[in-house]
């Protein structure tokens, strides 16, 4: 899953696309389910423009029937359109934003290209009876309908529901894309609502806008900063050391000059995304070692039983589902090990434990 600070960066730099999902947003419910877009073609339309000679594209253009060109027909501006629009989905980069404004429901959806290729799903006519092509291209974490900081999409100014509403299957945004790329970001739209049009449009419509403030604050509060709030009181500073550590580990390892690679030590959180995944660690696993069970909550002045950020692959870096939280001590031991390692090395201490123990009692 992408995290914030990923999100934050495609919203601000990557090309935006909006796509409608079949006439009357036929596909709508099958492309919410799948996380993907969903696109049907003319059969032979399409192999044209795969096969990118004009003169066929022309061709197989000119007898594609549609609700306007009920027996073909159809004249160069349209078939011209139907063609960019093949060409627009085969040539979809990844990370790219991608809007679908759905009016019933009064909602925009959006999503990130994932970094999989195009995929053929079935054959399926068009409306008007003629043999066509069925394809997905997925998203990577599926459709949205909030903003970053969970901010509901939908009563977006009537404005932007012009800008969103595509006519034809998918292009480019090209007016006001920072519009999107602000109301994604949670970021400020006065440079847009304060415009006189914008203001007529919302006057006429009534459209008042939402408090984006308070709902990131209340976005906040119900997912970010209960974990760590569950857990300051008697880790606040283990978390925040651990975090320190960690960016520390990062910031050195980045400025290394090294002969070879063992380990990758690098990030995809900020320093404040890193607390609050410590946090949630903490909770998740219930206060103990992920590797031990030992409970942090017992609180030893040992401080090889003090909690350790470890990094479960220590091939990859500290990134979002690739840490759990154990003692010092297992992280010693465990090091670069693998699962099988790490077992061999579990039963080696346990063994060793129990003769100390003996070893002590004879002492005595």
Known sequence: MLRTKALRSIIETAPIYKMSLGKSAAYEE??????????QTEARLYDAVVAGDQSQIAAAGALVKSEN?????????????WAANIRTFLDLEPDSLVLHWEAKRDQLYWGVIDQHPIEYLRDEESIQGQAG???????RDGWQSTSIHDVPLSNIHPKARNLAINMATINLVQTDADFFRALLADEPIDEWTERQDWKEAARKSGWHPKPIAQLKRLYREKIVTPTVREVADDFEEEVKRMAGTAMKTVQYANGQTVLTTVKEKNTDL??????????????????QCALTRYDFRRKSKNKH???????????LGYISGNLQIVTRAANFYKSASDAEDWEQKALALEKMAIAIQKHRRTMK
Do not use: M, N
């Open 30 to 39: 099958e492309a919410l389910e799948r996380g993907a877009l969903l696109f």
């Open 69 to 81: 060109y009920p027996d073909g027909g159809a004249p160069s501006s349209a078939w011209g359109i």
């Open 133 to 139: 092509y069925f394809f997905e291209r997925k998203l």
């Open 270 to 287: 900020t320093r404040d995304e890193l607390e609050e995944e410590i946090g949630r660690l903490f909770v998740s696993q219930e206060y």
């Open 305 to 315: 039983l003090f909690p350790s950020l470890d990094r479960i692959d220590s091939s």
